[in-house]
């Protein structure tokens, strides 16, 4: 079995500052991990993917994660926020790269403020 | 013209119709599927399929149907609709590698 945590449900930000979303997982195999981003009105657009190379993921629009193993962690960070960011995040688990069963975080809520 | 293309984008149907959202895709993908998001809960799995013969249940299947009408074409129905079916639905496509999801825009149903 499989499940995803993510620990914030909102996050408020400033234009500029840090963002950081945690997420920790469950897995009864190596993983994949995924983050993907929803923005009003839109789909899901997949930010960045983990698929057992580097731990360290660097993703669109400036977003990185780091998997950590030890911690069943793939937080999701970016050094500066721009208003754009403004979207809901999800985390999401996949048993395997090659496995169709995903699963998803609750989502976090980012808010940017000027 | 977009990836995945969901109609319709929003619908409101009354309890106890019968309702068909459709999904068609450029990727070439043979693996789709529908989820249904609801707020705090994020996406949960209702049906998917591996090829045009090949139709599964997911995690939330009660009072839902789905049709592959073609490797690009996949249908789901609510064949009573009920108001807790209110919710936002996505349909996904994947490769058999399952790289590469890529979601539709979402159909927002509303059942009154």
């Known amino acids: 079995a499989q499940s995803v945590t993510q620990l914030d449900s909102h996050v408020s930000v400033s234009e500029g500052t840090p963002v950081l979303l945690r997420c920790n997982y469950s897995?009864?195999?190596?993983?994949?991990l995924f983050w993907y981003v929803q923005h009003p009105n839109k789909g899901l657009q997949l930010l960045l993917k983990y698929t057992s190379a580097a731990t360290l993921v660097k993703g669109i629009n400036g977003f990185e994660a780091e998997f950590k193993k030890s911690e069943t962690s793939f937080h999701l960070t970016k050094p500066s926020a721009h208003m754009s960011d403004a979207a809901e995040y999800f985390c999401?688990?996949?048993?395997?790269?090659?496995?169709?069963?995903?699963?998803f975080g609750a989502g976090t809520t980012v808010t940017v403020r000027a | 013209d977009a990836d995945v293309t969901q109609t319709p984008r929003n619908r409101i149907t009354k309890t106890g119709k019968r309702i068909m959202l459709e999904c068609s895709q450029t990727?070439?993908?043979?693996?789709m599927y529908w989820y249904r998001q609801d707020p705090g809960l994020g996406l949960q799995l209702i049906y998917y399929?591996?090829?045009?013969?090949?139709?599964n249940k997911g995690e939330i299947s009660d009072g839902y149907s789905v049709s592959r009408q073609a490797q690009a074409k996949f249908s789901l129905s609510l064949e009573s609709a009920i108001p807790n079916q209110t919710a936002l639905y996505f349909c996904?496509?994947?490769?058999?590698?399952?790289?590469?999801?890529?979601f539709g825009s979402g159909t927002r149903l509303t059942v009154v």
């Open positions: 999401v688990v996949s048993p395997s790269s090659n496995d169709y069963k995903l699963s």
């Open positions: 996904a496509t994947s490769d058999f590698r399952g790289n590469g999801y890529t």
């Open positions: 990727k070439g993908h043979d693996r």
């Open positions: 897995s009864s195999y190596s993983p994949s």
């Open positions: 399929s591996f090829d045009v013969k090949d139709i």
